[in-house]
């Protein structure tokens, strides 16, 4: 399967690196919500996207989202890497990639899984996507952009 800008996100629930279960519907009516999916903990482009989110952490709080990274590692896996790099953020063991499949976030080469940025409004309405093996930092910015887009659009709806 493969969704869409303009599609409701499909709902899971995964474990954190906390041992907690966290759903993503959860978030639904409060935070908007950046999740992000990359290859793999400790490997050079996603430690530097996971650095990064991390550096821009707050203005992502100020922005009113959560951020929310998924990769096929184990909770144990993502425990020492959010240590080991003082991750403020949630990071979910997708170990059978069921998740990553249902949001369509694909291999690079057919073996190397996807770095895809999905960024789902406070309605659970996929509103931007955006997919770069090589740019991970990228990923950052794009979110951002977004998220002060969908701001704007909160404050004019506001009488």
Do not use: W
């Not at 869409?4 to 996100?9: E, F, S």
């Not at 650095?51 to 909770?75: H, K, M, N, P, Q």
């Amino acid at each position: 399967m493969n969704v869409n800008v303009g599609d409701k996100a499909p709902d899971f629930t995964l474990e954190s690196q906390t041992g907690a279960n966290v759903t993503l519907s959860e978030f639904f009516g409060k935070k908007n919500v950046v999740l992000y999916f990359y290859p793999k903990d400790e490997t050079p482009g996603c430690t530097r996207e996971a650095c990064t989110f991390r550096d821009s952490y707050e203005l992502f709080t100020d922005l009113g989202a959560e951020v929310i990274g998924v990769s096929a590692d184990t909770a144990e896996s993502h425990k020492a890497f959010a240590e080991h790099h003082n991750l403020p953020f949630t990071l979910l063991s997708d170990l059978d990639n069921k998740v990553r499949k249902l949001y369509g976030a694909t291999s690079t080469l057919g073996f190397i899984p996807g770095r895809v940025t999905f960024v789902i409004d406070k309605e659970g309405v996929i509103r931007h996507i955006f997919s770069s093996q090589l740019q991970p930092e990228k990923h950052i910015e794009e979110a951002q952009k977004i998220l002060k887009t969908l701001n704007e659009e909160e404050k004019d709806k506001q009488p």
